[in-house]
């Protein structure tokens, strides 16, 4: 747990109390519950604190496991409470005593034995970087981490950002051994496979040469940045950690890296909520955006930090998936107003999610990175 004991106690008070979140809550919108937003899970924290309830009571378990952690109602809260961590200790006790879903030690059997969350054996890094173009450097300028989506389901993202570093000269290295970060097991309350992975990739990258690490998924960025130190696997001193968006964007700013093809379709974009809303990479995706597609480039009217999830957070999509499911069309459908043809995110997982919602739509996901590959 993140939170000391007064500081948890005082935000199951102040949400217990407050419905001032309601409205933005996922996941009531689409249960239509109370229970299922914020004030909601915060009353049933405070029943089981004051003993009302016991953690087997019926409904405990659904209802701390079915929200997005995906920190929109911290971000609409005038008094900045993290109702997120709260839920996410929710778990951690009930993984503890057994009683989480089913689908959380399935992941935790996955990740030990494959290194992610699908169960999907790996091939070595080695292959990616051959498919994408260019050879590991002896002086690398760089580390990429791919992260579990990159690696397993959106192969297209990595080869793409390794096609740009060809393509621009830039030696890198790639992490010999990368696994999963942890976040997904963080989020799911695990916090012992989350701080087993976390120790796992704190090893692998005391041994990298490069000092800046690029992180292609926005959810391994904000575990690396905020997270392995709290779980005991402080990163190697002096090596900055930054997302690919973040990267490119000071490549564009520097004229390292130039765009020769402008976008013909209207683009939208997605802000990944680890991004938006934990990290504050906001601007360089836009900057990006903005270079590639010009006015082409349309924002939805719910971006930036107020961006509603794509459905793939807080690990909802293992869970309780006909939720995940429903989020993910509301989000294509708040991009689909936007009279958008591709809809770009800078997340793997994001793009992940939103493939699956996409039947009978006339919307492309493409990833930030892919986009700029083919623009160079």
């Given at each position: ?177 990368e696994t999963d970060s942890g976040f997904l097991s ?87 909520c680890s991004l938006a809303r934990f990290t504050y ?96």
């Amino acid at each position: 747990m993140f939170f000391t004991e007064a500081e948890r106690l005082e935000t199951i008070r102040a949400c217990r109390d407050c419905p001032m979140c309601h409205m933005i809550d996922t996941v009531a919108l689409i249960t239509g519950r109370e229970s299922n937003t914020p004030r909601g899970r915060a009353m049933i924290l405070w029943g089981l604190e004051k003993g009302l309830l016991s953690w087997e009571s019926e409904g405990v378990t659904p209802i701390l496991y079915r929200a997005f952690l995906d920190g929109l109602a911290q971000e609409w809260c005038e008094g900045n409470y993290d109702n997120d961590e709260l839920v996410i200790d929710g778990r951690r006790i009930l993984v503890e005593k057994g009683l989480a879903p089913g689908a959380v030690a399935d992941i935790a059997a996955r990740i030990q034995s494959t290194g992610n969350p699908y169960g999907i054996q790996e091939q070595d890094g080695s292959a990616l970087v051959k498919r994408g173009g260019g050879k590991i450097s002896l002086t690398p300028e760089i580390a990429v981490f791919f992260g579990s989506a990159a690696r397993i389901q959106r192969q297209q993202v990595a080869e793409s950002f390794l096609e740009i570093l060809q393509t621009l000269k830039i030696p890198f290295e790639i992490l010999e051994g990368e696994t999963d970060s942890g976040f997904l097991s963080y989020q799911l309350g695990d916090f012992k496979t989350a701080g087993d992975q976390a120790r796992k990739m704190a090893a692998i990258l005391i041994k990298s040469r490069a000092k800046k690490l690029v992180v292609l998924g926005a959810s391994d960025f904000r575990m690396l940045n905020m997270r392995y130190g709290r779980l005991g696997a402080a990163l190697p001193e002096g090596l900055q950690v930054v997302h690919v968006t973040e990267f490119l964007s000071q490549l564009l700013d520097e004229k390292k890296m130039v765009i020769r093809k402008k976008a013909k379709s209207p683009m939208t974009y997605h802000d990944p909520c680890s991004l938006a809303r934990f990290t504050y990479v906001v601007d360089p995706p836009r900057k990006l955006l903005k270079a590639l597609a010009g006015e082409k480039f349309v924002e939805m009217e719910w971006s930036g930090k107020k961006a509603h999830t794509c459905g793939a957070c807080g690990g909802v999509p293992f869970t309780y998936p006909e939720i995940s499911e429903k989020a993910v069309a509301i989000r294509i459908e708040q991009a689909m107003r936007t009279g958008a043809k591709i809809l770009v995110s800078a997340d793997p997982g994001c793009e992940i999610s939103f493939l699956k919602g996409l039947a009978g739509k006339n919307l492309e996901v493409k990833n930030l990175v892919e986009l700029l590959a083919e623009a160079l």
